[in-house]
Nanobody, 117 residues
Framework: QVQLAESGGGLVQAGGSLRLSCVASGSIFRIDAMGWYRQAPGKQRELVAAITSGGSTNYADSVKDRFTISRDNAKNTVYLQMNSLKPEDTAVYYC???????????WGQGTQVTVSS
């Protein structure tokens, strides 16, 4: 199993920045792609950004050019740099790790991001 621990959420004014971190532990060798999802009240969980083991990235259209996902394999950590934050970015952000050769994956406990207008 892989355990994921997120940090870095908080309250920020519109236009501000935050950086989320997700540290993976346990069966690290099983991890292929990692990503960030978010869930706002009353809405479904949605993909924000993902990065493969080879470094390829993809983003939701709503965050392109504002958010950047990166990965430090030596530290077993994935980051989400969020700039130009908007009130509609308010949500609980979850880290996700997808395993190789299987559809299984792990989730972190989530970190709250609140953007005030």
């Amino acid at each position: 199993q892989v355990q994921l621990a997120e940090s870095g959420g908080g309250l920020v004014q519109a236009g501000g920045s935050l950086r989320l971190s997700c540290v993976a532990s346990g069966s690290i060798f099983r991890i292929d792609a990692m990503g960030w999802y978010r869930q706002a009240p009353g809405k479904q969980r949605e993909l924000v950004a993902a990065i493969t083991s080879g470094g390829s990235t993809n983003y939701a259209d709503s965050v392109k050019d504002r958010f950047t996902i990166s990965r430090d394999n030596a530290k077993n950590t994935v980051y989400l740099q969020m700039n130009s934050l908007k009130p509609e970015d308010t949500a609980v952000y979850y880290c996700n790790a997808k395993y190789r050769y299987t559809t299984a994956n792990s989730w972190g406990q989530g970190t709250q991001v609140t953007v005030s207008s």
